[in-house]
Nanobody, 123 residues
Framework: QLQASGGGTVQAGDSLRLSCTPSGHIFSNYDMGWFRQAPGKEREFVAAIRRSGGFTYYADSVKGRFTMSKDNAKNTMYLQMNSLTPEDTAVYYC??????????????????WGQGTLVTVSS
């Protein structure tokens, strides 16, 4: 299981950094992703990173505002979120990708979902 943390309530335009830590899981062995789920909506892809950390992928809605990274030495993954808007309000989850590269945005090819962390952005 993975544990996401760092959520909170902020105002539009603020920043937050989410962290993801594993339980018995080594990030350097897997491609990893961040997803979010807003109330009444389906879970959606936010960002992903290759196991090497060399490549990242983003949803169009967060590109240029969010940055995903990981520290293999600390076995911790991050999502830096800047210029937050109320549309970013959601529970954010980290997860492990189990498919081929072309499926890196597909939530059905992820597992090890843990408890998410709630991000609330007020206008």
């Amino acid at each position: 299981q993975l544990q996401a943390s760092g959520g909170g309530t902020v105002q539009a335009g603020d920043s937050l950094r989410l962290s993801c830590t594993p339980s018995g899981h080594i990030f350097s062995n897997y491609d990893m992703g961040w997803f979010r789920q807003a109330p009444g909506k389906e879970r959606e892809f936010v960002a992903a990173i290759r196991r090497s950390g060399g490549f990242t992928y983003y949803a169009d809605s967060v590109k240029g505002r969010f940055t995903m990274s990981k520290d293999n030495a600390k076995n911790t993954m991050y999502l830096q979120m800047n210029s937050l808007t109320p549309e970013d309000t959601a529970v954010y989850y980290c997860a492990t990708h189990r498919g081929i590269l072309s499926t890196i945005r597909d939530a059905t090819l992820y597992d090890s979902w843990g408890q998410g962390t709630l991000v609330t952005v007020s206008s």
